[in-house]
């Protein structure tokens, strides 16, 4: 079992940056495929990126891609979202989650999921 916690977010102008960590319990972290998750009001949850369990393939929603970067250190148990040029639409509770079965973007393989952590980008 995997338990997920995020920290990070905040309030940041247009253009600014923030760095989101996920913290993880458990001995078989470096075996799970990572994924960060945002929700905005009134709106389904939605995939933002996903890392491999070595770090090496990394995968990102167009809406983000350019822009944010994700990575982990399996030695500290720790993935990592760095966001830069936020856009307002930016906006909304991100989540960490852990997934052991496919590669993919489907939040439904995801096991394991933080609480969330509050990215709001103010124009």
């Known amino acids: 079992q995997v338990q997920l916690v995020e920290s990070g977010g905040g309030l940041v102008q247009a253009g600014g940056s923030l760095r989101l960590s996920c913290a993880a319990s458990?001995?078989?972290?470096?075996?799970?495929?990572m994924g960060w998750f945002r929700q905005a009001p009134g709106t389904e949850r939605e995939f933002v990126s996903l890392?491999?369990?070595?770090?090496?393939?990394?995968s990102y929603a167009d809406s983000v891609k350019g822009r944010f970067t994700i990575s982990r250190d399996n030695a500290k148990n720790m993935v990592y979202l760095q966001m830069n040029s936020l856009k307002p639409e930016d906006t909304a509770v991100y989540y960490c989650?852990?997934?052991?079965?496919?590669?993919?973007?489907?939040?439904?393989?995801?096991?394991?999921w933080g609480q969330g952590t509050q990215v709001t980008v103010s124009s």
């Open positions: 989650a852990a997934n052991n079965r496919y590669w993919s973007p489907d939040k439904r393989f995801y096991d394991y």
């Open positions: 458990g001995r078989t972290f470096s075996t799970y495929r």
């Open positions: 890392i491999n369990w070595s770090g090496g393939t990394t």
